[in-house]
């Protein structure tokens, strides 16, 4: 018997009297073969959420059950490509159906034509079990393709094809299992998106993801493999750090995922990353970049499952060995997605109207990151940077808190710092890592035995800043004692020649962590020798009229990255100068 | 000729529910004919087996159980468009009702549109100049850019709004066609009126196509006059290449009326009982604002809406903040101290602007003036807080030179008259004599070269 359509309300489609679906399956609605989803089914109703719009969608339209859950196609294409939520690349949809997207489009995910140089690393007679990698490809200048078995497949290869140019629905080599089938191996595969692929074991995590953005690296530092969340109201420059982490971070693949943002945000993103060079390999960034664009306008279902596609995309890159980042800008649009579907399928609301069920979502999704030994003993991480949108800037919305419990490190973006164009406008005092001491090593190893050390310090000094402002507002800065006047100079020194940095400047965009160092050593060589002259009694505002703090202030833009030595000169200049005027 | 059905099963606000309907279609449209003779229309929001629930846009007044005959159309709702829509009033729903007749249709469009590719966008880059220093040189409005102004009750919306209709002025490339689409929603007669009246004076009415609902019309209808203007911004800059500028307000009023709608429909409330899809749906509306490739043409919208209780953080504002490229808000205790406009610097934003102006778009100073601009008045409000509590004459001398910028920089950059139509240069040059105010060294954001340049304390002494 055929099954047709029941009841259409928005994207929640309804079938009555079936039993022929699982849950999650991938179906195709009506007969513009719209694509959805199973999601809940009892003795009466099967419902399927439509990831299109369901306008002129009538009872009675056929169903038709793809078999298999809702999943991603894995091979070589998918980078430097834009998809839509399901993994419907948007230019071939341009091409297809112009400007303004069709309903019931469709086209094959990866491009079918593009032949690629491949290399195949077993032979006949190998027995291969999930994860093995049996052929390679350069997929772009910078990244290696490597196809791997499916997970849970094993056996013994059987035929194998010869190195050269194939396509990614060629076979290439033959597999039997143990039970004697025998199975095609091609260079694509499939993966349910909501199941997480599996790997051989969680590694712990230990290494800095290098961002080139002075705040995030020393203050609040992103863990490879770790999970960063950055909440902010509108207009504090969330798309903005995210767009700067996606461009400068050291990850070898990013997944940017914009979730129910901007359209014209995600045109800056393509545009930019396409003349962006990557300063570490000499390379366009898109040959490192995956983008899925599922805009504000664009069905709601879809927003749902773009941040699994997106996931499942990083994970599988990641058991190939690679360091993945992935940008989900915004997981808060996301949550809305779920709520909207929620509302529809008349499900009891928890708080604000969200499904109770939103915080085991997030962890979920969350916990998807980690730092992992692959099934091939490879190592390969994924690092989640969500983006939360608070309603109303209100941290205490539920999307905020729940997101708070499952990720590490924590940059709030904040509303004043940004009305002072403070950027980024991440807030030093709320915000947070727990990488801290996982990251203990790697700093010392890689920069410096004292970086922490530094950095504790720079801390406190604006933590101490931050308490005498209170003072400050009241009776004003004047009656402060000079040691504590120089501490709020330091304190702004600090805010404005390290914290606050610019990205459109050539310099300052990219920091190394070297001169990150070089620069909290000399601002805390500055506060030191300034110390040391108030209590040779020199009043701060002759160490001011020096004007060595405008000139620290400045050193962001003065000392190119490459100039490091130059450093030295100043800081001996800061200590003559001031040794100068308390020996006159 | 589709079926007619005879009768009505439940009535529910301004929903009705038609039962052993057959053939229907999600979203369709409907004519109501009722014994009177009157027709109404409706649109399928739900189909569940041979059960439709339809919306009447003009309200079912009137309507009982036994005195319709319903006509399904099979069509989504479509508007009628061709260029002839400039100069024209329509009603919410988008027909004509100034007395000219039917628009002699070239091409009938769905007036939900279809979400943009943002593959086939191209990045906004060319700024509008408003005339207007404020916006030009801290918040510049940019051609595709969406920029609502963030107002509250009783305040200057309407004259702005006005204001930048009749000065806006399409950078470069002068002789392309330039039009607005003005749809008002619940909005009281006078100020509709006021609108009007405008347009008429400044001799830009015949390139005005205007949508009004109006506050005493039905609700339903509200929810579907942007969406018709919208359609007729896209026909008219995607199809007839004409730069075209969409001016809705207010959105606060589209936002009840969608919140009435959806509490009929009795679906689960979201905050402050607006419904959980309100972003989808405000999305599904800014997100029309934009370039498309192969088109020369641009829908640039300017929302208005009226924050409850001036409160930022209410849903209606919150959730346009984050689907719109920035915002012009204004000010309530600038606008009481008669400063016009009476935008409020700080918390305004425009997204786009960082890449539409500078050298070659405006000037190559604009981005240093405006961070400085921004950067020195966000020092005046730490002053002034202190002020407040240690009195005035207690202020070191830095800070009451940022007393005296602040007062000046509202009293000479801020306000103009509504007639006033500044350069960008007139804007930029104010901007820096007012910077002169200030002591050199308190101007961290600008490169020694140019402050050599435009740094001049001389010309900050007219400022009295």
């Known amino acids: 018997m055929q099954n047709s359509v029941y009841s259409v309300n928005g994207p929640v489609v309804k079938i009555k009297d079936t039993k022929d679906f699982a849950m999650l399956e991938m179906v195709y609605v009506g007969d513009k073969k719209l694509i959805g989803e199973v999601i809940g089914i009892n003795d009466k109703f099967t419902t399927i959420q439509v990831y299109e719009s369901t306008t002129g969608l009538k009872p009675g339209e056929p169903i038709i059950g793809s078999g298999s859950p809702m999943s991603a196609t894995l091979g070589p294409g998918i980078l430097s490509n834009i998809f839509d939520g399901i993994e419907r690349p948007l230019r071939k949809l341009q091409e297809s159906s112009g400007a303004f997207i069709a309903e019931g489009s469709v086209v094959s995910t990866l491009d079918e034509e593009r032949q690629f140089d491949v290399t195949l690393k077993i032979n006949t007679g190998d027995i291969v079990k999930g994860g093995d990698i049996y052929a390679t490809c350069p997929e772009t200048p910078l990244i290696e393709h490597k196809c791997m078995i499916s997970p849970y497949l094993s056996g013994k290869i059987i035929w194998v094809a010869e190195n050269g140019k194939y396509t990614i629905n060629d076979k290439v080599a033959e597999l039997e299992t143990d039970d004697g089938t025998v199975i095609p191996l091609t260079l694509c595969q499939k993966w349910p998106i909501r199941q997480a692929r599996p790997v051989k074991e969680r590694l712990s995590i230990n290494k800095l993801l290098v961002t080139g953005q002075r705040v995030i690296d020393t203050i609040c530092p992103i863990a490879k493999g770790g999970t960063a969340a950055v909440p902010g109201g509108f207009g504090t420059g969330k798309t903005m750090t995210q767009h700067q982490l996606a461009k400068w971070c050291d990850a070898d693949i990013i997944v940017y995922i914009g979730c129910g943002e901007r359209g014209n945000e995600m045109t800056q993103v393509l545009e930019e990353f396409g003349e962006l060079i990557d300063p570490k390999s000499g390379k366009h960034l898109t040959d490192r970049t995956v983008l899925i664009a599922n805009t504000s306008n664009m069905p709601v279902a879809a927003r749902e499952a773009s941040i699994y596609t997106g996931i499942t995309l990083a994970e599988y890159y990641r058991d190939m060995g690679y360091h993945i980042a992935i940008m989900a800008d915004s997981t808060s649009r996301w949550a809305e997605a779920l709520r909207e579907i929620s509302g529809r399928l008349e499900e009891m609301p928890a708080e604000e109207g969200f499904p109770a069920y939103l915080p085991s979502r997030l962890s979920e999704f969350y916990e998807r990151a980690g730092y992992m030994k692959t099934l091939n003993d490879n190592e390969g991480s994924v690092t989640i940077i969500g983006a939360v949108s608070p309603q109303g800037s209100d941290f205490s919305e539920p999307v905020t808190q729940n997101t708070k419990r499952f990720v590490r490190c924590f940059l709030a973006l904040d509303k004043s710092l940004a009305y002072s164009r403070h950027y980024p406008a991440i807030n030093w005092i709320t915000s947070y890592s727990e990488y801290i001491d996982d990251l203990k090593d790697f700093y010392a190893e890689n920069v410096g035995i004292e970086f922490l050390e530094y950095r504790q310090k720079i801390n406190n000094i604006l933590v101490e800043e931050n308490n005498l402002m209170e003072i400050v507002k009241l009776i004003g800065s004047d009656v402060l004692p000079d040691d504590q006047k120089l501490t709020i100079e330091i304190a702004r020194v600090i805010r404005l020649g390290f914290l606050q940095q610019n990205a459109y400047h050539k310099d300052d965009t990219y920091v190394p962590l070297e001169k990150q160092f070089k620069m909290m050593e000399t601002i805390l060589l500055l506060q030191k020798e300034a110390k040391n002259a108030i209590s040779k009694n020199i009043a701060i505002s002759t160490i001011a009229e020096t004007g060595l703090f405008e000139k620290v202030i400045k050193i962001k833009y003065n000392i190119s990255n490459d100039n490091l030595s130059a450093f030295d000169e100043l800081n001996s200049e800061i200590k003559n100068t001031i040794f100068s005027l308390y020996r006159a | ?464």
């Open chain 2, 1 to 464: 000729m589709g079926l007619q059905y005879i009768g009505l099963k439940e009535i529910n606000g301004p929903l009705i529910v038609i039962d052993k309907a057959k053939d229907v279609s999600f979203d369709e449209i409907a004519e109501i004919h009722l014994d009177d003779g009157t027709i109404r229309n409706g649109r399928v929001v739900e189909v569940s087996g041979d059960k439709v629930v339809l919306q009447v846009f003009e309200g079912t007044k009137g309507i009982s159980l036994t005195n319709t005959r319903t006509r399904m159309m099979g069509i989504p709702m479509e508007m009628p468009l061709s260029k002839e829509i400039l100069g024209r009033v329509f009603s919410g729903s988008g027909r004509p009702i100034d007395g000219l007749g039917e628009i002699y249709c070239e091409k009938s469009m769905d007036i939900n549109g279809k979400p943009l590719n943002p593959v086939s966008r191209t990045y906004p880059r060319n700024y509008i100049r408003t005339g207007i220093s404020s916006i030009d040189c801290l918040t510049t409005l940019i051609r595709g850019q969406k920029l609502p102004i963030f107002s509250g009750s009783g305040l200057s919306h309407d004259k702005l709004a006005v204001q930048i209709v009749r000065q806006a002025e399409i950078a470069e490339e002068k002789g392309e066609e330039f039009a607005v689409v003005f749809a008002a929603m619940g909005v009281k007669n006078d100020v509709a009126d006021y609108f009007r009246r405008s347009f008429e004076e400044s001799g830009v009415l015949s390139r005005v196509a205007m949508f009004l609902n109006l506050s005493n019309d039905p609700i339903i209808e509200r929810i579907l006059t942007p969406r018709c203007a919208l359609t007729a911004a896209e026909y008219l800059a995607y199809e007839k290449n004409m730069h075209i500028l969409v001016i809705l307000t207010d959105m606060t009023s589209y936002a009840e009326a969608l919140r009435e709608f959806s509490s009929s429909k009795g679906e689960i409330p979201g905050r402050k009982g607006y419904p959980g899809y309100l972003y989808s749906d405000f999305a599904s509306l800014y997100e029309r604002a934009g370039v498309i490739e192969g088109s020369t043409g641009s829908v640039t919208q300017i929302p208005i809406l009226t924050m409850p209780n001036d409160d930022i953080t209410h849903p209606v504002p919150d959730l346009t903040g984050y689907i719109t490229e920035g915002q012009i808000v204004l000010d309530r205790n600038l606008d009481q101290m008669g400063v016009y406009p009476p935008i409020s610097i700080l918390p305004s934003l425009s997204r786009l602007m960082k890449d539409g102006i500078g050298e070659g778009y405006t000037r190559a100073d604009h981005t240093v003036v405006s961070n400085q601009l921004f950067a020195s008045y966000a020092r005046v409000q730490d002053a002034r807080a202190l002020a407040s509590v240690i009195g005035e004459d207690e202020l070191s001398e830095t800070d009451k030179s940022y007393m005296r910028f602040g007062t000046m920089f509202e009293k000479y950059f801020i306000t103009q008259g509504i007639y006033e139509n500044r350069t960008i240069d007139q804007t930029l040059d104010l901007g820096w004599e007012l910077l002169s105010l200030l002591p050199v060294s308190e101007l961290d954001r600008v490169s020694e070269e140019l402050l050599s340049e435009k740094y001049n304390p001389e010309n900050a002494k007219k400022f009295k």
